[in-house]
């Protein structure tokens, strides 16, 4: 089992930053590869970020690509997601989660490949 927690969500106005934490323990965290997910007020859940295990490989979504960054502390358990020149589309609840660390395709990087997730933290953003 591997436990996550979320923190670092509030409200922030359109064009500022925020930067959510997710804290692990459990099973041992560098065997897993770690994402960020949102879900939006009347939207379907969406893939948000990706990081490896050992922190080489990202993907992004295409609505997120060079405003944010995912990485990874495997010291402190912790993976992070900095995001910048934040938009209202950006609002939602944004969860944490941690999939076996297999080589999949970014397109392939779907909710269900991922076994545990963490509770959300809801980002707000105003115009």
């Known amino acids: 089992q591997v436990q996550l927690v979320e923190s670092g969500g509030g409200l922030v106005q359109a064009g500022g930053s925020l930067r959510l934490s997710c804290a692990a323990s459990?099973?041992?965290?560098?065997?897993?590869?770690m994402g960020w997910f949102r879900q939006g007020p009347g939207k379907e859940g969406e893939f948000v970020a990706d990081?490896?295990?050992?922190?080489?490989?990202?993907y992004y979504a295409d609505s997120v690509k060079g405003r944010f960054t995912i990485s990874r502390d495997s010291a402190k358990n912790t993976v992070d997601l900095q995001m910048n020149s934040l938009q209202p589309g950006d609002t939602a609840v944004y969860y944490c989660?941690?999939?076996?660390?297999?080589?999949?395709?970014?397109?392939?990087?779907?909710?269900?490949?991922?076994?545990?997730w963490g509770q959300g933290t809801q980002v707000t953003v105003s115009s």
């Open positions: 989660a941690a999939r076996p660390n297999t080589r999949v395709a970014a397109v392939a990087l779907t909710a269900a490949r991922y076994d545990y």
């Open positions: 459990g099973r041992s965290f560098s065997n897993y590869a």
């Open positions: 990081i490896s295990s050992s922190g080489a490989t990202t």
